[in-house]
């Protein structure tokens, strides 16, 4: 049996689940104007990916990395609207308005092309894409990528789950007292590093994320880091953590940081800890 979906990512764990159940998710690529153009074959699901090009349409690139597509089923044009109609097509080619890249044949679609950011080399890259991929893990709560015409890479703030963390650490046998003191054990910080690695393995070179810290604390929508829905201000954490996010470009493999605590009967006050600043790739 086969379902098939599109539209949004679905998390690896989910594929993976209903795959042990005899129910293969195949997570195909089209729209409206073009009909289906990617689709996995049975036995080549890849969870990262929309699966190959179907025979009847070719799929390339535009030197900005937006997917471009003939088909034999192209529509014929908008209701009434040549102009728009005529805006679509770059010599024949259908502009799809999505960024994306082909792996070994698997069309690989990452954002909008005008929701991305840049690098400063000039390299595009969607933070959207990569936040929702760490998210999957079952080790990461929530997660702030960085990146701008201003930075040469990628870099991320890393909020562990401290369920799950807390508990893989409790069978490794790694003691640990605070939220704090667990998310900068050097065992955690590999933990984080492995799956960093695998989304790096899933994105272009040049989005790959090249440093991270993981954060001695949790976003908190009481400090109005986060919405009540648990959507990041992501203005107000770069500001907020400006230090962390400096660092990640730096030098530095750790830093000093204030940490204000609140005790259970309400006294508060602030203690100092290292939070260490980690080279993927070393």
């Known amino acids: 049996m086969s379902v098939y979906s599109a539209g949004a990512a679905v998390s690896p764990d989910i594929i993976s689940f209903f795959k042990a159940l005899g129910v293969e998710i195949q997570l195909f690529y089209g729209c409206t104007e073009l009909a289906i153009v990617s689709l996995p074959r049975k036995g080549e699901i890849r969870p990262e990916t929309s ?11 535009s030197e900005e990395g937006e997917i471009l597509v003939k088909t034999r089923y192209t529509f014929s044009g908008y209701h009434k ?14 502009c799809t308005g999505d960024f994306g890249y082909i792996d070994e044949g698997h069309l690989i679609c990452i954002d909008r092309m005008e ?8 390299y595009k890259f969607s933070p959207q894409f990569i936040e929702i991929r760490l998210r999957f893990c079952p080790y990461i709560k929530d997660c702030l990528v960085i990146g701008g015409e201003d930075k040469e890479f990628v870099s991320v703030l890393i909020n562990i789950d401290l369920n799950s963390v807390g508990k893989w650490a409790d069978n490794h046998r790694i003691p640990y007292t605070t939220f704090t003191d667990l998310s900068q054990k050097l065992e955690v910080i590999d933990l984080i590093k492995e799956e960093i690695t695998k989304i790096n393995r899933i994105l272009p070179e040049s989005s790959r994320i090249k440093k ?34 400096t660092a990640c470009y730096g030098d530095k493999e750790e830093i000093m940081v204030s940490v204000p605590i609140t005790y259970r009967d309400g006294r508060k ?13 070393h």
């Open 51 to 61: 699966g190959r090009i179907v025979p009847w349409a070719e799929v390339k690139l």
């Open 81 to 94: 609207n040549p102009e728009a109609t005529r805006e679509r097509f770059r010599e024949n080619w259908y």
């Open 115 to 122: 929701d991305l950011k840049e690098l400063a080399g000039g």
């Open 212 to 245: 991270f810290i993981n954060m001695y604390k949790e976003f908190d929508p009481d400090e109005a880091e986060m919405t009540r829905t648990r959507k990041l201000r992501r203005a107000y954490v770069e500001e907020r953590f400006s230090d962390l996010i």
């Open 269 to 281: 006050a602030t203690i100092e800890s290292i939070v260490r600043v980690t080279d993927v790739y």
